[in-house]
């Protein structure tokens, strides 16, 4: 295991009713509020009317920035920092999924700050710090409520950046699950595969004697597994869907990952094709991540061994660990396409037009990941397996 240092100062209220709290919250930080939400989706479900009558009850004044995107924009991020300058905005309240959380912080730092935020992903400042932050989950996925990251595109380059840092985390982070209970069955989907994805990416490493994150990991993992039917089946099924809303925040909150060190290729390799192309996240990382397992399998078979006995539950009966790990890779893959998740990027209308440019442009600033250093060559050869 290796030296760590963990702090997490998010401030985490779960449950039936919590959303009511919002103003309260967002009252106790500051008294006029920048509300960042997606699209219709909440005024549909009533959950706008009701962020904005707690709010209004405590006496903010409230400014509205709508549209963010599934893929969330530079653009939006722009605005909203407008938006905080001229309002003199205290507090950013995030409603909705890990997009929209994302924007909001980045909004947040921005706020902070005199130049362009694009400027904290290209490398030319670091976060100065922020304004309060308070979110809303609707979405189960990213774990963006109770982590120090963001990621966001620039439309005009095609780039698709992530960001970490410690002033990114929210101050207060609202998890009531009957907020997921009308999220789509595709979008609840991809939000199980971003959080199995998160799981996998601390999980697969190099790093000795692990045994405790490992089987954190695993039992997060395992617990996906057994409640990804309930919540499928029973899209209003309490229960259900507030374990699969705790389990996201789990997989990225930067616990399991204490003492090891990550790979993340997959996210970079990712985050190319929806700069490009613009499909779900979560959509792009399950066609990804089997075949990323594929290549990397004889770095650490006895790794991927461990998974496919401990996870999925797969008898060794006499095989190696490159036989029982593939066995596992294998049983990933069918459980994506089970859930209704795509496995090859044919399934999206993708081709390999781009490769070159994803592969070179993913790997503009050094290699990528742990479990095997990824090369340009190495990018563009998954790309294509990818298809």
Known sequence: ????????????????????????????????????????????????????????????????LSGIKPNPTLDKVREGVALCQQHQIEVVLAVGGGSVLDSAKIIAAGARYDGDPWDFFSGKAEVPGRIHLVTVLTLAATGSEMNHNAVITNEETKEKLGLSHPHLFPDVSILDPENTFTVPREHTVYGIVDMMAHVFEQYFHKTPETPLQDRLSEGIMKTIIEYTPKVLANPTDYDARATIMWCGTLALNHLIEAGVEGDWSSHDIEHELSAFYDIPHGAGLAIVFPQWMTYVLDEIPGKFAQFAERVWEIPRNGRSDRELGKAGIERTREWFREIGAPVTLREVGIDERYFELMADKATKRGSLGSVKKLTKEDVLAILKMCL
């Open 1 to 64: 295991m290796q030296n760590f240092e963990f702090h997490n100062p998010t401030r985490i209220l779960f449950g039936k009713g919590t959303t009511e709290r919002v103003g309260e919250v967002c009252a106790a930080l500051g008294k006029r509020v920048l509300f960042v939400y997606g699209g219709g989706s909440i005024k549909k479900n009533g959950l706008y009317d009701r962020v904005l009558q707690s709010l209004k009850k405590e006496n903010l004044e409230v400014i509205e």
